[in-house]
Each structure stands twice: as C-alpha cells, then as structure tokens.
C-alpha cells in the first residue's frame, strides 16, 4: 500500500473517544496503512466531550470560515486538527458549535437520540469533502466508519459526482452492529433531497432507522467490509445480494492481511 492514499472517515477514533468496535478500528487500520507506507488522513467530528487541552486540538484558520448549507441554513464550518502520539497520524475534526459542542456523541443525558444526529451527519460529511478540497489531497479510497459517517457516500456519488478531484476514488463502507435505537428524523430524506439528490437514490430513507441509513451507504459504496461478527440477518443479507463486492467478517489478529489484500485486488 506504499503510496497510496487513503482517507479514513469515522464517527468514532482511538484515543479521542472510549473504545469500542468502531472506534478502536478507526484507528487500527488507518495505523496498518500507515505503517506499511500509505499516506493516510483521519476526520472524525469533533464532539464536545473530546478533551481538547489534553488531546492538543488547534484550529485550522486557513480550511474553516466556509459556511456550509444544511436544509436551508447556513452553518459555519470549523476545521481543527491534532497528532495521534507516537504514530505522526493527523487526524481532522469537523466542528460546529451547533451540531457539536454539546457534551456527548449521539444522545443525551436520558439515552435518546439527539433530533438533529441527521443533519449533524450531513454536516460531517460535507466538511469532509469540502476540507478534502481545499487541502487539494486526492484520496484513491475514502473508508467509512460508523454510522454517523453514513452520508458520506451517497453524497460523493450524488452531491459531489462533477468533482474531478475524486473521479477515481472508490469508497469502502465498514458495517458495523453498534447502531442506534428507534430512528433518525423522518424527514431526513426531505433535507438530502434538498441538495439535489434523486429521489431514486434516497428510497431507503423513508424510513431512517439504523439497518436503513446503512442500507443507503451500502446501495452508494464501491465495496463493503462486514467489520462486526453479529451484524444483522437482515444487512447482512442485503450486502450479500447487493451486487456489490465485500470482505466477510474477519478476526482482529488477521484482518490486517485480509484488509490490505481486500483494498489492494479488490478495490483498487
């Protein structure tokens, strides 16, 4: 992978947020490629519970000042930027006071789902394609991570399909069994169709529950890791009659192998 450049984008990373599946791999693999000569980048947003003095998070003047423009409202975007110790991996936070400031990820203190997690999810993917820009760095795969990273793919095939920054870049989609209870805001498939987006490619969004959100990211990726050993029947299934090619569901101790030879003769 010596090189190559890969863009890793994910709702959770190691060491800025608690462990878990999605975050621990977020920064597991974006590490392998890295090691074995890739140039990588790591965006992740910036929530408000990410310890900003401690982890050495500073503002990017030069990328943040863009408004970006979320169901008809505009929204300052802020970049900021810090290193994983050790590793001299860059990792860029999207930030908003709006969407991210609060001091959580995903809901609040009672355990529901903030109502905005799906224009705080279309915020972060615009960011990153639009930091993406101004850096001018040309990614050859763009992997996802978690579900809040989810829109990223509809919106590189829809949003941004004139962009010929990216005209090669082929994008991975890790699907994961840490989801969400209940759903998103029913009318999230309103505020994507408000940028443009075919009616055709937001089907599954009528109804924006996790299996749902993730079925959209499936439908609009390249390929598909199954990244967790319980993922539903039923996205399970769905990546299997997709069409679209994918690693199956590989150990911790052999996925770096299994990873490099899915992107390399796979997606590449």
Known sequence: MEDKR??????????YLAENEVSLMSYDVPKMINDQGGQIRIFMPRYGNINERRHQLHEVIRLSGMNLVINDLDMPLIIKVASIPKERIQVYFIDNDEYFKRKATFTDEEGALYPDNDERAIF?????????????????IIHVHGWLASML??????????????VDTKIVTSVYSQSFDGSLDVEMINKVKFDGIPDDAVTDLVNPDY?????????????????????????????????????????????????TNFYKNTVL
């Open 6 to 15: 890969i863009l890793y984008v994910s709702s959770e990373v190691v060491p």
């Open 124 to 140: 972060f993917a615009k960011g990153v394609v639009e930091t993406v820009k101004k850096l001018n760095w040309v990614p050859d």
């Open 153 to 166: 793919p509809i919106y590189m095939k829809h949003y941004y399909k004139d962009e010929a920054l990216f």
């Open 211 to 259: 299996d749902h959100v993730m079925m959209t990211a499936i439908r609009h990726s390249d390929a598909v890791i199954i990244a967790s050993d319980n993922l539903s029947p039923s996205l399970t299934k769905y990546i299997e009659s997709s069409g679209k090619p994918f690693l199956p569901f590989t150990p911790k101790d052999q996925f770096a192998e299994a990873y």
